[in-house]
């Protein structure tokens, strides 16, 4: 099956700092990508939606500007945390839709990145 | 907007036995797809099955089923023979257009 990877998958760094997660889709071209974020205990929360070569579309609540997510090819897209502070803290978690639809329209999801802001 | 329903926060099963999580979900559109997802201790979100809203058959995958009743906007999901290793939070999940989202969870204790 299709593979999406996430890089880091562990990241700790101090409050005010800015932390950048990768998301790549390993065999397949992602013509669309997908921010989640999790809080422990809770759901999958969707933060925002990428199209390669345009601006993301972000959730309401969801500052377009702490949340910076750029898609520039069909397989990376990128979100920077910028100016963590201990309340994102979170599981991030990616997911891609296969350019050729899919697995019955499947959405493959990377592995998720840890942040822990101190 | 769409809205995904998972009532049971924890459900508990016999090992060798079957177990049935159920969800319902909100929505007038008449295309969707239905998806459930097995997410262990590691994070990793693991597909389980899928059933399109079209789809005549309730869909099954091994030892998972969708009991697919749209009338009344479920989609449970079946586990059948439980195995230790099912133990995990189990997510259902819609989409329309590529826009998923997820009910709140159930975490399954399956029991020796």
């Known amino acids: 099956g299709a593979v999406v990877s996430q890089h880091p998958s562990r990241v700790i760094c101090k409050s005010g700092t800015s932390v950048k997660i990768e998301c790549r889709s390993l065999d397949f071209q992602a013509t669309t990508m997908f921010w989640y974020r999790q809080f422990p205990k809770q759901s999958l929360m969707l933060m925002a939606t990428s199209n390669e070569g345009s601006k993301a579309t972000y959730e309401q609540g969801v500052e377009k500007d702490k949340f910076l997510i750029n898609h520039a090819s069909l397989t990376l897209s990128t979100l920077t945390v910028t100016s963590a502070h201990p309340e994102d803290s979170s599981f991030y978690i990616c997911s891609a839709t296969d350019l050729a639809g899919g697995r019955n329209n499947e959405q493959f999801f990377g592995p998720g990145t840890r942040l822990t802001v101190l | 907007a769409q809205k995904i329903t998972q009532t049971q926060p924890g459900m508990f099963v016999q090992e060798k036995e079957a177990v049935t999580l159920d969800c319902t979900y909100d929505?007038?559109?008449?295309?969707?797809?239905l998806f459930w997802y097995k997410q262990p201790s590691s994070g990793e979100m693991i597909f389980l099955i899928y059933q399109g809203s079209y789809d005549q058959q309730n869909a099954t995958e091994g030892r998972y089923s969708l009991n697919f009743q749209k009338a009344r906007k479920s989609a449970n999901l079946v586990i059948s023979a439980s195995q230790l290793g099912d133990s995990a939070m189990y997510f259902c999940?819609?989409?329309?257009?590529?826009?998923?989202?997820f009910g709140a969870g159930t975490r399954l204790t399956v029991k020796p």
């Open positions: 929505t007038s559109d008449p295309s969707y797809g």
């Open positions: 999940a819609m989409r329309k257009n590529y826009d998923m989202r």
